[in-house]
């Protein structure tokens, strides 16, 4: 571990899609690699529902839910995935996930002292009306972060959803402002499978952050983002 006090320590905030927690093992590999980028890195962590979650989501939509009560569900779940990640990580981990902002930044500023260590913090969905890709941003922006990483199933931002659009056209690199006009054209509802939401978008822009959208296939993907190389979209 690092000895250095955390607050000279580059904060990391690392949106995780759903799909890291289909199975164990898919948990297990990037847990490992959280646990590596720990020993140098300050790191929060926001988890994603995933296929659980928009199938519960459907579920209840079919039930006849309103769109707030589906993201509920949602954020149920997204706090369950992060129970899953904190199961994986154990001692380099707080032993629960946080559930506000003000909780995670509380904590971990109660570590100051040289040689203590950093813990991951692990938080899920917040409040309705936006996905974990917000509240990762959102968290970037109230900790003061250097660097926001969104882990997706896609390998960047598109102009439109390749999975659906073979000739969808990927950016290497966009501006906040470029973000913001991209995403203002998606839906957002409860289980919106954008790759950015609008949300996250105008908190981007806003703050300014560091934003590096990658592919999460191979988790170590995410070390190399952090060190600076990477395949998928930078926000300028």
Known sequence: MNKLSVRKIMKVVI????FFFANAESIKKVAEVLKELARSYNLYIVTGGGETARECIKIARDLGANET?????????TRVNAKLLISALKD?????PFCDYK????????????????KIAVIGGVSP?????AVAAI??????????????SVDGVYDADPRIYPDARKYDKLTAK??????????????????????????????GIKTIVID???????????HGKHRGTEIL
């Open 15 to 18: 949106s995780l899609g759903g």
């Open 216 to 226: 999460g296939s191979d988790p170590r993907n995410i070390l190399d983002a952090v």
């Open 178 to 207: 470029e973000l913001v006009v991209l995403t203002s054209r998606e839906e957002l509802k409860a289980g919106s499978r954008i790759v950015i939401d609008p949300v996250a978008a105008k908190i981007i822009e806003r703050s």
């Open 103 to 118: 909780e995670v930044a509380e904590a971990k500023a109660e570590v100051k002292g040289e040689g203590e260590e950093a």
């Open 129 to 133: 009306g936006y996905t974990t890709d």
């Open 92 to 96: 380099a981990v707080y032993p629960e």
């Open 69 to 77: 009560t589906c993201d509920y569900i949602g954020i149920d779940l």
């Open 139 to 152: 968290l970037a922006e109230y900790v003061d972060a250097n660097l926001f990483i969104d882990v997706t």
